[in-house]
């Protein structure tokens, strides 16, 4: 993949005045906070409409059926009716168990929920991006896979889902093939650059092959990985913060997947 890719085109949204329905899509709950005295703002996720801003009426209400559905990590079938840049949920029931994240795991599947939040667009369906979702917080679950791979792999999968991941197969100078001896200069916007000596920005080949693998058993390379995502990633937050870092530091160690998430 072309780093100088441009980032595909948002959806339009509906004429301002017409009304749109959608019914039983599948998504998860991004992020949602109380409005009002018993509703709820919720970002959700869905998988053929990307992320989507609604308003759950009554959600906090003792009364309703909705009440600690609307919760992260939670496969949901949703319905709504739209006018305009929010939508108000009409249905809402679970597609699946839910996934039980705890102590490190709760702060990794948060951190990707942030990320979603941080770096998708309204309105722009990724479903490349949504699958990879399911795996991460499936493998989250499980516990049976470091933490810090999970990671990776769902890191590569939303850049690539949004079309400004570098090509991490052949270098941006030559376009020769990156190789596990060599050392790259890290342009995100360009891609991996051959150089002679380390520095700021320069990786080994072998931990950008490792990348686009999605899997290593060497804890140098692992540091890398995560250095030259977090380099990609950070470009792409354009100094915006991720509350969520400072509290995986403070979770260091707790957990399966050590310190390398």
Request: aromatic share 6%.
């Amino acid at each position: 993949m072309d780093g100088r890719r441009r980032r595909p085109r948002r959806a339009r949204l509906q004429p301002i005045g017409a009304v749109s329905r959608v019914e039983h899509q599948p998504g998860w709950v991004v992020h949602r906070r109380p409005w009002r005295e018993t509703s709820l703002l919720v970002e959700f996720f869905a998988r053929e409409h990307g992320r989507i801003g609604l308003v759950a009426k009554g959600a906090r209400s003792a009364r309703s059926p909705w009440r600690g559905l609307a919760e992260p990590f939670v496969p949901l079938s949703a319905s709504w009716s739209r006018r305009g840049e929010m939508g108000t949920l009409t249905g809402l029931e679970p597609a699946g168990d839910r996934h039980a994240l705890a102590g490190r795991a709760l702060w990794c599947g948060l951190y990707v929920n942030e990320l979603l939040l941080r770096l998708l667009e309204r309105d722009d369906p990724h479903p490349t991006v949504f699958d990879a979702c399911e795996a991460v917080f499936r493998g989250l679950a499980g516990g049976d896979e470091p933490q810090s791979m999970l990671l990776r792999r769902f890191e590569l999968a939303l850049l690539s889902g949004m079309g400004v991941a570098p090509d991490f197969d052949f270098d941006a100078a030559g376009g020769d093939a990156i190789r596990p001896d060599g050392l790259y200069h890290l342009q995100p916007e360009v891609g991996f650059v051959p150089v002679e000596r380390g520095g700021a920005g320069v990786f080994r080949g072998a931990a950008i092959r490792a990348l686009a693998a999605g899997s290593t058993d060497q804890r140098e390379t692992a540091r890398e990985m995560r250095e030259l995502m977090r380099t990609l990633i950070d470009h792409h937050l354009a100094g915006r913060e991720l509350a969520t870092r400072r509290l995986l530091a403070g979770a260091k160690g707790k957990s399966t997947g050590g310190s390398d998430s």
